[in-house]
């Protein structure tokens, strides 16, 4: 196996790179150089924010803030499950619902400021109707 940097990009096949690595892949491990329960790397995270003296983050709340990052950014669930390692997407979905919410409450806003709804006002608030 050759890796080599080459125009700023590793340059090895997938299935090279796939023989050599243990599976499944931990990129954070205990003192101990096993994979974190994860409940355990709950508790690692905590103690780490704490003596950081960031004692309102937590995993849970930053990976939630990283999610909802990536739906305004435009990414698919798909897309943020595989950065953030969601095993479902239900999660996921909720952050994304919430995104588009506020994408088309936006959108709605500002069809009502230009005046191009493709609702026709009710008719007790049209103000273009003639009352009797």
Known sequence: ????????????SAPEIETRLPVPISFL????????????????FREQCDMANLR??????LRK???VRLAEAGCTPHEIAAITGHASLKEI??????????RLARAAIE?????TSSVKPV???????KKS
């Open 123 to 129: 008719a007790k608030f049209d103000k273009k109707r």
């Open 56 to 61: 309102h983050c937590s995993f849970h709340g």
């Open 93 to 102: 979905v909720r952050y994304t619902n919430t995104v588009d919410r506020k």
């Open 111 to 115: 069809k009502v400021k230009a005046g």
């Open 65 to 67: 803030s990283a999610s």
């Open 29 to 44: 491990v205990t003192e101990f150089g096993r994979p974190f329960a994860v409940a355990g790397f709950g508790n690692w």
């Open 1 to 12: 196996m050759r890796l080599g940097w080459q125009r700023n990009s590793l340059e090895a």
